[in-house]
């Protein structure tokens, strides 16, 4: 009896550990333009490991949106849905059996999309002064679209500009290096970069030739755009009108102005003069050198307190890093009727849905200093 008790458990744990180790993963990708199930999308399932990511499984869905992949439930998952040419990413936690995608239509116009903020870092040693220059985009069009053409971002720089890297940034995802592309007059750029619903980040660092003073004369995207300037304390900051700028106080070590909307007939510009590197970046510029993390305390780029929530991605953090990011941009985001490829953004939430104002105030900061992070990573490389 004892014997027979023996084998039926020894069944048992095998029957189960194959049941796990055939364990399905269903899903839906549901396009949020039209509240429809999305049919026939690709889905390719990805998983995550040490060494980066591989594609496991493809399958289209079916007329209600809905897919199935066999796969492993102890490991950490990347589903990917491709729609209009666009890709969409959800994390599936380890042991998780379902899943939930958002998509959306793509336009090459839509309507909604506005600047949130400009946020321009200065730095001057001898004759060459830097700017790190990080602009958020919000799109909020309704019904939601993504916005995807040649030139769905574009941005105007000094005449004598000479552009040394760009990262773009959507939501959560890792920043991405992509370098904008330079237009047909002297100074205009632009990145060909899918503007989905929610934030996308651009950032640009470049350089131009330095006297020992500039005039500054930024041009606002909307009225509800706010401007921050971030200098050193050993610059010094003359702006051109009167009650337009405000110091932001114990935000970081540098000196701040920030500008709120800007009324018709006001303008932002400004002078600056001296020399010196930003105190902020410092830390980051010793830590990338010897190949760490920045700190997480960090008040988010210098614009606000420290975002005190525990990152709920932090279990996939390197693994996304180190695999994610370098298939994404691999990955076809927008194909033309020319068969044109570019480079791809991804979009980490669960469902893909578009945060809230509320969130979006709060995780904002924490996502700006994600690119500070990057655009210092990239000065050491």
């Given at each position: 009896m004892t014997r027979l008790f023996r084998h039926f458990v020894l069944a048992s744990t095998l029957i189960a550990s194959g049941a796990a180790w055939?364990?399905?993963?269903?899903?839906?990708?549901?396009?949020?333009?039209?509240?429809?199930?999305?049919?026939?999308?690709?889905?390719?399932?990805?998983?995550?490991?040490?060494?980066?990511?591989?594609?496991?499984?493809?399958?289209?869905?079916?007329?209600?949106?809905?897919?199935?992949?066999?796969?492993?439930?102890?490991?950490?998952?990347?589903?990917?849905?491709i729609h209009q040419g666009v890709t969409y990413h959800s994390i599936v936690p380890a042991g998780s059996t379902r899943v939930k995608v958002r998509v959306y239509d793509v336009a090459e116009r839509v309507e909604g999309i506005t600047a949130v903020m400009d946020v321009q870092r200065f730095e001057a040693t001898g004759d060459t002064l830097?700017?790190?220059?990080?602009?958020?985009?919000?799109?909020?069009?309704?019904?939601?679209?993504?916005?995807?053409?040649?030139?769905?971002?574009?941005?105007q720089l000094p005449i004598e500009a000479q552009v040394r890297s760009g990262l773009v940034q959507f939501e959560d995802g890792p920043p991405l290096k992509q370098k904008p592309v330079a237009g047909d007059q002297k100074g205009q750029y632009h990145f060909v970069f899918p503007l989905r619903p929610g934030d996308t980040r651009f950032a640009v660092v470049y350089q131009s030739p330095y006297t020992g003073e500039a005039l500054i004369e930024p041009k606002i995207r909307n009225p509800l755009e706010q401007f921050v300037v971030m200098l050193p304390k050993s610059m010094k900051f003359e702006p051109k009108g009167a009650g337009i700028f405000q110091p932001r106080t114990n935000t970081t070590p540098d000196h701040v102005e920030g500008a709120g909307p800007v009324r018709p007939g006001q303008t932002l510009a400004f002078r600056i003069s001296g020399t010196g590197t930003l105190e902020e970046l410092q830390g980051r510029r010793k830590q990338a050198q010897v190949g760490q993390a920045?700190?997480?305390?960090?008040?988010?780029?210098?614009?606000?307190?420290?975002?005190?929530?525990?990152?709920?991605?932090?279990?996939?953090r390197w693994k996304i890093l180190t695999g994610l990011a370098v298939i994404i941009v691999a990955s076809a985001v927008y194909v033309r009727r020319k068969t044109r490829l570019t480079p791809a953004g991804r979009d980490l939430s669960s469902a893909q849905q578009v945060p809230t104002r509320s969130r979006k105030r709060r995780s904002g900061q924490a996502r700006a200093t994600v690119v500070d992070d990057a655009l210092v990573r990239n000065e050491s490389t």
């Open positions: 055939a364990a399905t993963l269903t899903g839906t990708v549901m396009n949020g333009t039209t509240n429809k199930p999305a049919a026939g999308a690709e889905v390719v399932l990805l998983t995550l490991s040490n060494d980066g990511m591989n594609e496991s499984a493809c399958v289209k869905t079916d007329g209600a949106g809905r897919f199935l992949f066999h796969a492993d439930s102890a490991d950490s998952r990347v589903v990917r849905a830097e700017i790190k220059q990080l602009v958020t985009m919000r799109n909020d069009s309704k019904p939601p679209r993504t916005l995807m053409n040649d030139r769905s971002f574009e941005i920045a700190p997480k305390e960090l008040p988010g780029g210098g614009l606000g307190p420290p975002i005190e929530a525990p990152d709920p991605l932090q279990q996939y």
